[in-house]
């Protein structure tokens, strides 16, 4: 597949691109708290996260992400953006949501129930290119069957079209270098899906020296977590691996991740298709002393809500 982002547009379709975009950003002006913006100068980097990796031992990636969805539940890190979420896929009319790169299961237990709460039952499936199935099935039980999984590994980039009609992304896409990324967006439009990106992370020296103390918040709150693994308590507090390897990755998260300006970037080199879609790209403030939620939403213009 050829990303979207190895083919230049013309530069009127960049140009109107850029100009939805900014306006978007523009309709919502959210100001950044100070300290937690994008560090100005400070270029992507994109270093390698171990737990991503083919070679990583299942049970590192699986001990990996299982913190991550325990920090993101706990601390309820996406629920700021519920409410725009929900008017997107209320705009696209879906009833079912594919979930990319789900990792451990992500925040949607509450997101989902936030779905509930606005009158509009949808159907989301985790996927994940090394699904985590064990943790998926905890997240389908506790949605009373709400979540479906797959658990067969489905590539973010090459989403197989009948895959729902809006697709999710949860502190995942800087995984993916520009062209690849832009071959995500390039897929969804492709199939005529809805598609939001959401970075809780953020390139920023603050974000940087902050995750120092993430080896510290895993030996906290390893004893928290369930299911209760032995391998999870000696590979924590005996061999410290778990919480280097969570520090370093989580690092290396923040060194990779977009900002709003490279995802307008990404939009407005888009080849075919993203004329026929609205972009809304911006930060969603978070709650007092955390960074805001970085995030890219786009939506078909000539799809009308299911009555």
Same mark, same amino acid.
């Given at each position: ?107 949607? #237990?509450?997101?989902?129930?936030? +779905? ?9 499936? !985790? %996927?994940? $290119?090394? &699904? ?85 918040? #895993?030996?906290?709150?390893?004893? +928290? ?9 000696? !590979? %924590?507090? $005996?061999? &410290? ?67």
């Amino acid at each position: 597949m050829q990303g979207a982002g190895d083919v230049c547009a013309g530069d009127t379709r960049r140009a109107e691109s850029t100009y939805r975009c900014q306006t978007a950003l523009l309709r919502d002006p959210e100001p950044v708290p100070r300290g937690l913006a994008y560090t100005p100068g400070m270029a992507r980097i994109h270093l390698i996260e171990i737990h991503e990796q083919s070679w990583c031992p299942a049970f590192l990636r699986d001990g990996t992400t299982e913190y991550l969805e325990f920090v993101i539940r706990k601390g309820r890190f996406y629920q700021p953006v519920a409410e725009r979420l929900i008017a997107a896929v209320r705009r696209v009319g879906a009833r079912r949501i594919t979930d990319l790169c789900s990792g451990s299961g992500g925040p949607w #237990v509450s997101l989902h129930q936030a +779905f509930a709460d606005a009158g509009i039952p949808v159907e989301v499936t !985790l %996927t994940d $290119l090394y &699904p985590n199935v064990a943790a998926f099935e905890r997240v389908q039980s506790e949605t009373g069957l709400a979540v479906e999984l797959r658990n067969d590994p489905v590539d973010a980039t090459r989403v197989p079209a009948d895959m729902g009609e809006f697709r999710t992304l949860f502190s995942s896409f800087h995984h993916f270098q520009p062209a690849a990324a832009s071959a995500i967006l390039a897929s969804a439009v492709k199939a005529g899906a809805g598609i939001a990106v959401f970075e809780a992370s953020k390139r920023s020296l603050g974000m940087l020296i902050g995750s120092l103390l993430v080896p510290l918040m #895993v030996l906290v709150a390893t004893p +928290f977590m369930r299911p209760f693994r032995v391998w999870r308590l000696l !590979l %924590t507090y $005996l061999i &410290p691996i778990l919480p280097l390897l969570i520090w370093f990755d989580g690092a290396v998260s923040c060194l990779r991740t977009y900002s709003p300006d490279e995802l307008r970037d990404l939009v407005a080199e888009m080849d075919a298709g993203a004329d026929d879609y609205e972009w809304d790209i911006g930060e969603i403030p978070a709650s007092v002393g955390r960074s805001p939620i970085t995030y890219l939403i786009g939506t078909p213009r000539t799809q009308e809500p299911s009555t």
